[in-house]
């Protein structure tokens, strides 16, 4: 089977899954890993980066203010200047909204002007959530279209610290407002409605700035990070295409090695043992701040469930390919309080449900979330990928669901912003073609 990194691929794989895996570094801390360690002192080793497209975006962001990034053996070596400085041009985030939210938090305490843009994706995804509290704190952005949308202007200044009360648990804002707070006089904190993921509070106490957390609220003052060694771990949310295809697969077993299973990013083993999956996880050990075990799951017999509340921060990025496992389940799943899906890098409800209902499964959308009834069998269908590189990955495990019909995906090119390996792991896992 071929492996295509551009443009409409076929999707021909029959099941089950099986066998022992790694999966590439994660995302969110790959880009904390580059962002930060161009904010610290001294240098910061980083083994296991992703390397994908969005931190590639990262990586090109913190060069142009001043940093340099150099492999060294099989580590990523950062080192940043004294102080960061103004780009020399239109900063180009991508397909990536972790990199730009991200950097809107730094590059609003470095005097100079900049300006943040992407792809057509990504000027489509809201911005205002980190105008908003950036502004209450001093600092000078605006936006496209009343502030809504990139690309963001940002003149970079003097920031005072200030008590954020969050509406949406979101990583990408919590981390842009205490980036910012580095920069500001006096305290900045930040209440979360949920607890979102904690990389940010992890890598920043590892290079030694106090973080202070009391429940939902995280409080930093300014400090400038000691460069630190980075280990990173595998994602979790690229490993859940491949644990959630081997949970629906009859037949199926996928050990995925040295994955990330930090608790505010494991709502997804929670799901799949509620779903009747067989979950273990063996060799669990903490390195560099992130703990990551050995996490295997066996196919079983699904049965429907009730996926709202604090889990669904913990899983956000998983829902579209949980959506799909969803249809091979007895019973009912409901998913609610995921409204946010609607603004990552497609509207993933809409995306998803249109795409899954095509597919023949019975599925009904609500404004934040969906009821899947199952187990219906899916069948093969033509799937616009548009820019998301989870509706590609999830409807190319959809596929293995048809029983051997053809899923053709119109554009796969945005696999790479976060998993250039995907497809080649998957014919690794996979029995081979549909015959
Ligand atoms: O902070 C991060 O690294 C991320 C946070 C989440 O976004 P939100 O902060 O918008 O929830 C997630 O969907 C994204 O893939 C990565
Ligand atoms: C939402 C995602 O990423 P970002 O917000 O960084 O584009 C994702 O990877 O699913």
């Given at each position: 089977?071929?492996t295509?990194?551009?443009g409409p691929?076929?999707?021909?794989?029959?099941?089950?899954?099986?066998?022992t895996?790694?999966?590439?570094?994660?995302?969110?801390?790959s880009?904390?890993?580059?962002?930060?360690?161009?904010?610290?002192?001294?240098?910061?080793?980083v083994?296991?980066?992703?390397?994908?497209?969005?931190?590639?975006?990262t990586?090109?962001?913190?060069?142009?203010?001043?940093a340099?990034?150099r492999?060294?053996?099989d580590?990523?070596?950062?080192?940043?200047?004294?102080?960061?400085?103004e780009?020399?041009?239109?900063?180009?985030c991508?397909?990536?909204?972790?990199?730009?939210?991200l950097?809107?938090?730094?590059?609003?305490?470095?005097p100079g002007?900049?300006v943040?843009?992407?792809?057509a994706s990504?000027?489509?995804?809201?911005?205002?959530?980190v105008?908003?509290p950036?502004?209450?704190?001093g600092?000078?952005?605006?936006?496209r279209d009343g502030d809504?949308?990139?690309?963001?202007v940002i003149?970079?200044?003097?920031l005072?610290?200030?008590?954020?009360?969050?509406?949406?648990a979101?990583?990408?804002?919590k981390?842009?407002?205490?980036?910012?707070?580095l920069?500001?006089?006096?305290e900045?904190?930040?209440?979360?409605?949920?607890r979102?993921r904690?990389?940010?509070?992890?890598?920043?106490?590892g290079?030694?700035?106090p973080v202070r957390?009391?429940?939902?609220e995280?409080?930093?003052?300014?400090?400038?990070?000691r460069?630190?060694?980075?280990?990173?771990?595998?994602?979790?949310?690229?490993?859940?295409?491949?644990?959630?295809?081997?949970a629906a697969?009859p037949?199926?077993?996928?050990?995925?090695?040295?994955?990330?299973?930090?608790?505010?990013?494991?709502?997804?083993?929670?799901v799949?043992?509620?779903?009747?999956?067989k979950?273990?996880l063996?060799?669990?050990?903490?390195?560099?701040?992130?703990?990551?075990?050995?996490?295997?799951?066996?196919?079983a017999e699904?049965?429907?469930?009730?996926?709202r509340g604090?889990?669904?921060?913990r899983?956000?990025?998983?829902?579209?390919?949980?959506?799909?496992?969803?249809?091979?389940a007895r019973?009912?799943?409901?998913i609610?309080?995921?409204?946010e899906?609607r603004?990552?890098?497609?509207?993933?409800?809409?995306?998803?449900?249109?795409?899954?209902?095509?597919a023949?499964?019975?599925?009904?959308?609500?404004?934040?979330g969906?009821?899947?009834?199952g187990?219906?069998?899916?069948r093969?269908v033509p799937?616009?990928?548009?820019?998301?590189?989870?509706?590609?990955?999830?409807?190319a495990?959809?596929?293995?669901?048809?029983g051997?019909?053809?899923?053709?995906?119109?554009d796969?090119?945005?696999?790479?912003?976060s998993?250039?390996?995907f497809?080649?792991?998957?014919?690794?896992?996979?029995a081979?073609?549909?015959?």
């Open positions: 089977m071929t295509h990194t551009n691929l076929a999707c021909r794989r029959k099941g089950p899954l099986r066998g895996i790694e999966v590439p570094g994660d995302k969110s801390i880009h904390r890993s580059l962002l930060f360690g161009a904010l610290a002192s001294g240098e910061t080793r083994r296991g980066l992703l390397d994908a497209e969005d931190v590639h975006s990586r090109k962001a913190v060069v142009a203010l001043g340099t990034v492999e060294e053996g580590e990523i070596v950062v080192v940043g200047p004294e102080k960061l400085r780009p020399g041009d239109v900063i180009d991508g397909n990536s909204g972790t990199s730009l939210r950097l809107t938090g730094v590059l609003s305490g470095i002007l900049a943040l843009t992407g792809d990504l000027r489509k995804r809201p911005v205002r959530r105008i908003d950036l502004r209450k704190m600092a000078n952005l605006s936006a809504r949308l990139p690309p963001v003149r970079g200044g003097p005072r610290g200030a008590r954020h009360v969050m509406e949406v979101s990583a990408q804002v981390s842009a407002i205490l980036l910012a707070g920069f500001a006089e006096g900045t904190s930040v209440v979360e409605p949920e979102s904690d990389h940010t509070e992890r890598m920043l106490r290079m030694g700035v957390v009391n429940g939902l995280v409080a930093v003052s300014a400090a400038r990070p460069g630190t060694r980075v280990d990173v771990p595998g994602d979790i949310s690229s490993a859940a295409f491949f644990l959630c295809g081997a697969l037949g199926s077993k996928v050990t995925v090695r040295n994955l990330g299973v930090n608790e505010t990013r494991t709502g997804l083993l929670d799949l043992r509620a779903m009747g999956a979950v273990t063996e060799g669990a050990r903490e390195i560099a701040g992130e703990p990551r075990a050995d996490v295997t799951v066996e196919a699904l049965r429907g469930t009730e996926i604090a889990v669904i921060p899983l956000i990025d998983e829902l579209p390919v949980v959506m799909v496992m969803a249809t091979q019973g009912r799943t409901v609610r309080d995921a409204r899906l603004v990552k890098e497609s509207d993933r409800l809409a995306a998803m449900g249109e795409t899954l209902a095509r023949g499964a019975k599925i009904e959308l609500y404004d934040d969906c009821a899947i009834d187990p219906t069998p899916l093969g799937v616009q990928t548009r820019l998301d590189h989870r509706i590609a990955m999830s409807m495990i959809a596929q293995l669901l048809t051997g019909d053809e899923v053709v995906l119109d796969v090119a945005c696999v790479a912003t998993f250039p390996s497809f080649r792991l998957l014919d690794q896992v996979a081979g073609a549909a015959p």
